[in-house]
């Protein structure tokens, strides 16, 4: 009797373990290959059927990847750093201005607008992208970093004013008559006391962005042509389309190495504040 | 009376340190605390408009011209509308991505709901597993389609390697040589990339449902089986419901996989809907037909966001 309970206990329980380990295989291996095949020398690269780790470690991917296409994949790292942050900062600058405006100081006509910002979730940046390449090119911001950048500020901006005005609304009114009361102006009182409780909405709108800037491919592809000001991802194009057709697939993942990698150690580190923000935006 | 004692306050900060009372000065504070909402909200909604609606409504009056990049734009009332209605690879675009999305999304939905209950659990290793699961999605759609791109090269990667073991071709077979084979090696890249993420929704879901309700069902002497079938799965049905939206509507705007993986091709038959727009737009430069055609998208897709807000209000209810 107490085998066979024993049996119906530990069943279950082993087939989900195996069941878990099995996805785990699936999930990772991309991203072990990902990083195996980047640090195998050339030759080995190239080897047919494919060796399933590197036989002799060598960094020579990385180092060309230096020297890869106009000028380069370090300067086009700077690129994606550049708008990705820039982005970043614009839309967690906005949003916390915004989310506590619309949680906090009402004014007539508030709701309709908070609501209007809403409803921009409704329509795909994608289709509204040829407009936006006229809109640029007169304002002299087609081909340009910063141009790029307040593209993707606007398009992360809904996002990050929802999370924040949520943060900011979770808030009771208490804590702010009290630091009025106290003698704060409106100001200090948003920056030295509801502020510092609204941290965790703020890193989600962070990263959130962050994350979307580092990764975006169809506006980065289109509004940008100069190979120079290149963000990583649409660089990765012209890693594929090197060398006379012979394609170098040790770059290749060199180059996808280092676009994943460092998304992949962010989350690792904060991924309490991406889940948290992502489920509160989701259940919106 | 207001107005005096709000422009006599507005010089002088320190004024706001008085308490707000209910009679005098409590109005100037209420009236300072909407000019002062007004102005927090204005640069965000400058941005917005500037780079949102300003192309909003924008795209429908490019879609009534033709519009070459460069030179005059030339009004010419529904003709691309027209146009688009007998455009070949238009109507392929839109059969192409529809068909992708009726065979992704019960992919992406089923899994997602398997992974969710296989972690839905409490301790550490589920939470492991949880964090492992959800690693694909913070990769990009680019640097999963190049790294999918080489697993599955013919004779090199990895997955064509296992493919010739398993018996499913052998070494030369070219997974990007036709449509069909070509939208399977794509749909498994996204399978991979985007099932962490209907996992993370739904386990939410899963753990929004009261355990003393599965446990009564329980008690009452309902199966595993059963309780699932008649008490967890209609509990989670507005989470269904969202995640159906995400996926159907990520599916409709498909593009980085399809530009990096199989470049369209073979004889553009990969290509989808927004890829359409883009070689529209600004391969051929034919910014006015391009607007229309992004026009049509976004109803569909407006259509779509309606169909969530339906379905949830609906699940509301009951």
Redesign the interface.
């Known amino acids: 009797m107490r085998t066979i309970t024993d049996i119906r206990r530990t069943l279950p329980r082993a087939a ?1 373990w195996t ?2 380990l099995c ?2 295989v ?6 072990y ?2 990083v195996s ?1 980047s640090l195998k020398k050339p030759s080995e690269a ?1 080897e ?3 060796t399933l780790y590197p036989h002799g470690i060598s960094t020579d991917n990385y180092r060309a990847l230096g020297h890869t296409g106009q000028v380069g994949v370090w300067q086009h790292v700077g690129n994606s750093l550049m708008v990705a942050a820039g982005a970043t900062l614009l839309t967690v600058v ?2 916390t ?2 989310g ?3 949680a ?5 006509g ?1 709701g309709v ?1 908070f609501f209007l ?1 809403l409803a ?5 940046f ?10 640029l090119h007169s304002m002299g911001l087609s081909n340009s970093l910063p141009g790029l950048t ?2 993707y ?3 992360q ?2 996002f990050g ?1 929802f999370l924040m005005r949520n943060s900011f609304a979770a808030l009771p009114a208490s804590i702010e ?1 009290a630091a ?2 106290d ?4 100001i200090r009182a948003m920056t030295r006391v509801l502020l510092p409780v609204a941290i965790p909405g703020l890193i989600s709108t962070a990263l959130f962005t962050f ?1 979307a800037c ?5 506006a980065a ?2 509004l940008v042509t100069d190979e120079a000001k290149f963000t990583l ?2 660089t ?2 012209v890693l ?1 389309s090197n060398q006379l057709g012979t394609l170098n ?1 040790g770059i ?2 060199a ?2 190495a280092v ?2 990698i460092p ?2 150690v ?3 580190l904060l ?1 309490r504040y ?2 948290a923000g ?2 509160a935006g ?2 919106k | 009376m207001t107005k005096t004692t709000s422009a006599a306050v507005t010089p002088s ?2 004024a ?2 008085a ?2 009372r209910p009679r005098g000065p409590g109005l100037s504070l209420r009236r ?10 204005s ?3 400058a ?2 408009t ?3 609606l ?3 409504v ?2 429908f009056w ?1 879609s009534l011209n033709d519009w070459p990049l460069l030179g005059e734009h030339r009004y010419v009332g529904l003709a691309n509308y027209r146009r688009a209605m007998h455009d070949v690879e238009w109507l392929h675009a839109i059969r192409f991505t529809l068909g992708y999305t009726a065979l992704i999304t019960p992919i992406l939905l089923l899994a997602g709901l398997g ?1 969710a209950l ?2 839905h659990r409490r301790g550490r ?1 589920a939470r492991t ?1 949880q ?6 999605v ?7 389609a ?6 599955a ?1 013919p ?4 997955l064509s ?1 296992l493919a ?1 073991r398993l018996g499913l071709g052998n ?1 030369d077979t070219n997974w990007f040589a036709t449509a069909t084979s070509g939208l399977l090696v794509v749909t498994a890249m996204v399978v ?1 990339k985007v099932t ?2 209907q996992m ?2 739904l386990l ?1 879901g899963l753990q929004s449902i009261p355990g003393e309700l599965v446990e009564a069902a329980r008690v009452d002497g309902a199966g595993r089986w059963k309780t699932f079938i008649h008490i967890t799965l209609p509990l989670l049905r507005p989470t269904l419901a ?1 995640v159906l939206v ?1 996926s159907v ?1 990520g599916s409709l ?1 498909a ?2 996989q399809f ?2 993986m199989t470049a369209g091709g073979p004889a553009n038959g990969t290509i989808t809907a ?1 890829y359409q ?2 070689r529209t ?2 391969i051929n430069f034919e ?1 006015g037909y ?2 229309a055609l ?2 049509m ?2 109803v569909a ?2 259509a779509v ?1 309606a169909a969530q807000m339906l379905l949830l209000r609906n699940t509301d209810n009951s």
């Open positions: 989900r069941a878990c996805v785990c699936i999930v990772l291996y991309p991203l290959t990902m095949q190239t047919n059927p494919p906005l949003a201005l915004a506590y405006g619309f906090r100081l009402r004014f007539r508030s607008l910002i921009t979730f409704m329509i795909p994608q289709a509204i992208i040829t407009p936006l390449f006229s809109i307040l593209v500020t606007t398009f901006l809904p004013i008559e009025l009361i003698g704060c102006g409106l994350f580092w990764n975006e491919f169809f592809l289109i991802p649409v990765l194009t594929a697939w290749m993942q180059g996808v676009t994943a998304c992949i962010l989350y690792l991924q991406y889940v992502l489920i989701a259940i | 900060p320190p706001l340190a308490p707000p300072r605390r909407q000019l002062m909402g007004v102005a927090m909200v640069p965000a909604l941005v917005v500037v780079f949102f300003v192309p909003l924008m795209t490019m992974l296989l972690v290793a597993f964090t492992i699961f959800f690693l694909p913070v990769i990009g759609f680019a640097a999963a190049f790294l999918w791109l080489y697993l090269q004779g090199l990667g990895p390697d010739v070494q991979w962490g993420m993370l929704l939410s969202l995400f509507a705007l593009f980085d530009y990096i927004v727009i883009y737009s600004f910014l391009g607007a992004s026009a998208l976004m897709l407006a966001s």
